[in-house]
T-cell receptor
Framework: ELKVEQNPLFLSMQEGKNYTIYCNYS?????LYWYRQDPGKSLESLFV?????AVKQEGRLMASLDTKARLSTLHITAAVHDLSATYFC?????????????FGTGTSLTVIP | DGGITQSPKYLFRKEGQNVTLSCEQN?????MYWYRQDPGQGLRLIYY???????QKGDIAEGYSVSREKKESFPLTVTSAQKNPTAFYLC?????????????FGSGTRLTVV
């Protein structure tokens, strides 16, 4: 059974600090996605990582993928309150079938002023 | 603009009623999905469809039904057999083929049993 695990599940951090969210998955994949969800809202796509060693950055967020370790990280630099949200990673299975994703458990981030 | 539309945004169901949630997309995507999200929880797959007139059960299909008569539409019916339907329901779609990246999500429907 495929498992996608995120840690931590809950993260409270002060503004200006750095932190990393981890996404581990249990099967072979070279496609990983990060989404953001604000309270009561839908999911918004943040990053698409399509190969081993892929790194994407947008503002204070940077995502990376290590397919050999089956690990993706979402690094937050100098956190600001606007980053408070729940972050989900999601994995595509190989061989790629265009089928469903497998979502992680989510990490609820609260940035404290 | 292309996108995926869910309606209604809020829905109230009485005990024993069936209700239908609408999901329409104009992205020409082949695959469509329904997820359920409970407060503070992750996403659980209810049903998905990769082509018209075909769909598969996800992890929590009991008490739900779907149809896929048109490529653009994938309605979800929450039947009276679903004992605890209060949740946030998300519809998503994606294209087929290797060049297709990621889901596009609708804005969600919040269902409450009254």
């Amino acid at each position: 059974e495929l498992k996608v695990e995120q840690n931590p599940l809950f993260l409270s951090m002060q503004e200006g600090k750095n932190y990393t969210i981890y996404c581990n998955y249990s099967t072979t994949s070279d496609r990983l996605y990060w989404y953001r969800q604000d309270p009561g809202k839908s999911l918004e796509s943040l990053f698409v990582l399509l190969s081993n060693g892929a790194v994407k950055q947008e503002g204070r967020l940077m995502a990376s993928l290590d397919t050999k370790a089956r690990l993706s990280t979402l690094h937050i630099t100098a956190a600001v309150h606007d980053l408070s949200a729940t972050y989900f990673c999601a994995v595509d299975l190989l061989p790629f079938t265009g089928n469903q994703f497998y979502f992680g458990t989510g990490t609820s981030l609260t940035v404290i002023p | 603009d292309g996108g995926i539309t869910q309606s209604p945004k809020y829905l109230f169901r009485k005990e024993g009623q069936n209700v239908t949630l609408s999901c329409e997309q104009n992205l020409n995507h082949d695959a469509m999905y329904w997820y359920r999200q409970d407060p503070g929880q992750g996403l659980r797959l209810i049903y998905y469809s990769q082509i018209v007139n075909d769909f598969q059960k996800g992890d929590i299909a009991e008490g739900y039904s779907v149809s896929r008569e048109k490529k653009e539409s994938f309605p979800l019916t929450v039947t009276s057999a679903q004992k605890n339907p209060t949740a946030f329901y998300l519809c998503a779609s994606r294209g087929s083929g290797r060049g297709s990246y990621g889901y596009t999500f609708g804005s969600g429907t919040r269902l409450t049993v009254v």
